[in-house]
């Protein structure tokens, strides 16, 4: 495991100089360097020589969590531990602390990134999953100048790909306010805080009298990647959280998914992976939206 | 090649290095400071390159050296203070903290940052904090026994010295 030779090393200071790099070499040629938690295993292994690494480090609008009225804006280079230690995260986006408190570990806490992690989109990863169930707004600059918005549904495209454009750099994560919202996930993996071979992430919003007028679910560890669970969100919706019909959407789900067999779990476990963690994640996502933790 | 500067255990390194060189190798090969250790051939998963880049714990396996032009590193040489160790190096000791020391350097440079932020731990969250450092010799038990002596070793020094 060693790179290749790389022949240009550059650290801008502004979006805008990133992606005038980009522009100056074939398309995949240039990468982004965030926190290298992925990208320089595939560098090592050779699976990727890009000729220039654009190391983000140094760019100050790409950092930051910022909490308002109108929602949480997360700058694509905001690293785990930064989401970890964010105290004013709203109930309604907890998901994203269940999720970046668990990844790896603390080194890889330290320097792993949210727009890394989603830019990446591998199969077993914690914040796509989140991002997608949270309904996140992805923010995209491109070389030209022109700045995009995409619905986190339409950006993930499956496993290590997205709808991202060769010229593009994501800048931020956007999502909007909600109130009476929860959200939590979790996920299992054959080692504490390993790779999940399965995770789950529900968000639920409820009415006055405590009934849920709107769920989003979605999957991590399956072969088709992040995805969402809209069978079992259409269960949800109307219920107050009741473990029956809690228990009555994951079996649903399990049942639909296409869950693969692999060397770490085969395909009737992940259902029951499924089914275990979706009552927990969900009795947790409704006690949050009802203010109970 | 790059032209960097680094500053290791507060001394200033400044080297033409290739932009593919590895931190890890940068510390080790030019630095010669070999108490930083490469255990699974660079793949990010055995913590033993461990080291602090501006205080916080990173393995250095996982970073090109060019990323460190500009920071503050410090290793496991930079721990003592001449013959005066930490006392976290000193629990290690007293409660058989090691047995080959391979994976040590790594171990003391994540759990040093880790008693900064949480200086009373539970012992579930040692352990938690020890996931990203693998030892294959003491089953990880004298380890817990060193951090937990080590983070009432601060309180006690921290009282004593007002
Ligand atoms: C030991 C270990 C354990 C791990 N455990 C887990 C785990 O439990 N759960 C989990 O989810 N993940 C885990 N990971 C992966 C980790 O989460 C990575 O940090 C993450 O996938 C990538 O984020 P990064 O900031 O490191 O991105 P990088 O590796 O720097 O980049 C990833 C990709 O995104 C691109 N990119 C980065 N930023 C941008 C941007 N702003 N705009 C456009 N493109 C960009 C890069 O060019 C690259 O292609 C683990 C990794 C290791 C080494
Ligand atoms: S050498 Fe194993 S994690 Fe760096
Ligand atoms: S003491 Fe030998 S690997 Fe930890």
């Known amino acids: ?293 | 090649m790059k032209t960097i500067q680094v500053t290791i255990n507060g001394e200033l390194y400044q080297e033409t290095v290739p932009i593919r060189m590895l931190l890890v190798d940068f510390i080790r090969e030019r630095c010669g400071l070999t108490g930083t250790h490469v255990a699974c051939t660079y793949e990010g998963v055995c913590g033993a390159c461990t080291v602090q880049l501006d205080g916080e714990a990173i393995k250095s396996c996982m970073l090109l050296a060019v990323q460190a032009d500009g920071h503050r590193i410090t290793t496991v040489e930079g721990l003592a203070n001449g013959s005066d160790l930490t006392p976290l190096q000193t629990a290690f000791k007293a409660h058989h903290g090691l047995q080959c020391g391979f994976c040590t350097p790594g171990i003391l440079m994540n759990m040093t940052e880790f008693l900064e932020k949480n200086p009373e731990p539970t012992d579930d969250e040692i352990r938690y904090g020890l996931i990203g450092n693998l030892c294959r010799c003491t089953g990880y038990v004298h380890i817990v026994d060193a951090v937990r002596a080590a983070s009432k070793v601060a309180k006690q020094g921290g009282q004593d010295g007002g």
Not at chain 1, 32 to 52: E, T
Not at chain 1, 94 to 122: E, F, K, M, P
Not at chain 1, 225 to 251: D, H, M, N, Y
Request: charged share 20%; proline share 3%; net charge neutral.
């Open chain 1, 1 to 293: 495991m060693y790179p290749a030779v790389i022949e240009e090393y550059v650290r801008p200071t502004t979006v805008e100089d990133a992606v005038d790099v980009l522009g100056r070499y074939p398309g995949g040629e240039a990468i982004f360097l965030a926190g290298g938690q992925s990208v320089m295993q595939a560098i090592k292994s050779r699976m990727m020589r890009p000729r220039c690494v654009i190391d983000l480090q140094d760019i100050s609008s790409l950092k930051g969590i910022a909490v308002n009225a109108d929602g949480i804006r997360l700058g694509a280079m905001v690293r785990y531990v930064d989401i970890v230690r964010c105290a004013e995260l709203p109930p309604a986006y907890a998901a994203l602390r269940d999720a970046a408190q668990h990844v790896g570990d603390r080194q890889v806490r330290n320097r792993g990134t949210i727009g890394g992690s989603c830019c990446w989109n591998y199969l077993a990863s914690c914040l796509p999953a989140t991002v997608l169930a949270l309904g996140g707004t992805m923010m995209l600059l491109r070389q030209d100048g022109h700045r995009r918005e995409m619905a986190v549904d339409d950006f993930l495209i499956g496993p290590l790909e997205t709808a991202r454009g060769d010229d593009e750099i994501l800048t931020a994560i956007h999502f909007k306010a909600a109130t009476r919202t929860g959200s939590a996930y979790q996920k299992w993996g054959l080692l504490k805080d390993a790779l999940p071979v399965v995770g789950v992430c529900v968000k639920v919003s409820l009415d006055g009298d405590g009934r849920c007028i709107a769920a989003r679910i979605s999957l991590s560890g399956l072969a088709a990647g992040a995805q969402r669970a809209p069978g079992g969100e259409i269960v949800l919706v109307g219920s107050a959280g009741e473990t029956g019909i809690i228990e009555k959407a994951f079996a649903m789900i399990a049942e639909q998914v296409d869950a693969q067999s692999d060397q770490w779990a085969n395909s009737a476990y992940r259902q029951q992976l499924i089914r275990t963690l979706g009552r927990e994640v969900a009795t947790r996502a409704f006690g949050r939206a009802r203010g109970e933790s």
